[in-house]
């Protein structure tokens, strides 16, 4: 009986690895890879891995998506395409080098943001979340209500809640759709001032008729400048990472 009773915890743990094999063994891998690029290839929008598992008949674990998401990866490596993971899941997109060829078949203006909006967008992305009255403190001037609409309309910032002050002012932080358009999982992936500025203006506009400039731009200086923030101490002063620095984890 003893020696029975040494035997339990081995026995434990090959029951527990079992699942695991059989769960692939159930799964023609090929088959099941050939799917996941087919969808990943036709999907307008990112795939979550529990989309993904959706393909499958028989249970599969993120581990085993993850392994085969990276095998397609490695079939694109040398293409003018790329597997990758954003915000809101994985996606199939053309390499950045690409771009400048693919303009050819269809030219189109790239949009070009006053910095009214690049500026207050930087604000929220490093300060979130942020009120209206925050975002006119770093800044010095009025916030217009066209650039947060804008930035709206967008998808690159919303409404998260209020903050519990007399009037309840918004607050406002940045969206999944604004990592997604700068190819970030996370927040603590952001870049500098001056590489989210040439990012988002590569960015493919929401509808050509999307309004990127403020109705009232005698009330900036300079509204057409591309920097988001000329000054490195207002940027000091404010908390926020001077250009060529990344945001704070």
């Given at each position: 009986m003893s020696g029975q009773a040494e035997t339990l915890p081995q026995n434990e743990v090959v029951a527990e690895a079992v699942p695991q094999e059989v769960a692939a063994a159930e799964v023609d891998v090929a088959q099941f890879r050939k799917i996941l690029e087919a969808a990943l290839l036709t999907a307008q929008?990112?795939?979550?891995?529990?989309?993904?598992?959706?393909?499958?008949?028989?249970?599969?674990?993120?581990?085993?998506?993850?392994?085969?998401l990276e095998q397609v990866a490695q079939k694109y490596a040398d293409s003018g395409i790329e597997l990758s993971q954003v915000s809101s899941g994985w996606r199939f997109r053309a390499r950045p080098e690409m771009q400048p060829h693919l303009d050819k078949l269809n030219p189109q203006k790239q949009p070009r943001y006053s910095r009214a909006v690049m500026e207050t967008l930087a604000i929220i992305a490093y300060r979130q979340p942020v009120t209206r009255?925050?975002?006119?403190?770093i800044r010095g001037v009025a916030v217009s209500s066209h650039v947060l609409k804008t930035l709206e309309t967008r998808g690159w910032i919303d409404v998260v809640g209020t903050r519990d002050v007399p009037g309840k002012p918004s607050l406002y932080a940045t969206t999944?759709?604004?990592?997604?358009d700068l190819?970030?999982?996370?927040?603590?992936?952001l870049p500098s001032l001056d590489e989210m500025g040439g990012l988002l203006e590569q960015a493919p506009p929401e509808q050509e008729s999307l309004p990127l400039h403020e109705s009232n731009p005698?009330?900036?200086?300079n509204?057409?400048?591309?920097?988001?923030?000329?000054?490195?101490?207002?940027?000091?002063?404010?908390g926020l990472p001077e250009q060529g620095q990344q945001a704070a984890a």
């Open positions: 929008e990112p795939l979550t891995l529990a989309e993904m598992k959706k393909f499958s008949d028989a249970p599969v674990d993120n581990a085993f998506i993850e392994e085969l009255g925050d975002i006119e403190e999944k759709q604004l990592l997604d190819n970030l999982r996370s927040l603590q992936e005698g009330q900036e200086t509204p057409g400048q591309g920097s988001l923030l000329d000054s490195d101490a207002a940027l000091e002063q404010h």
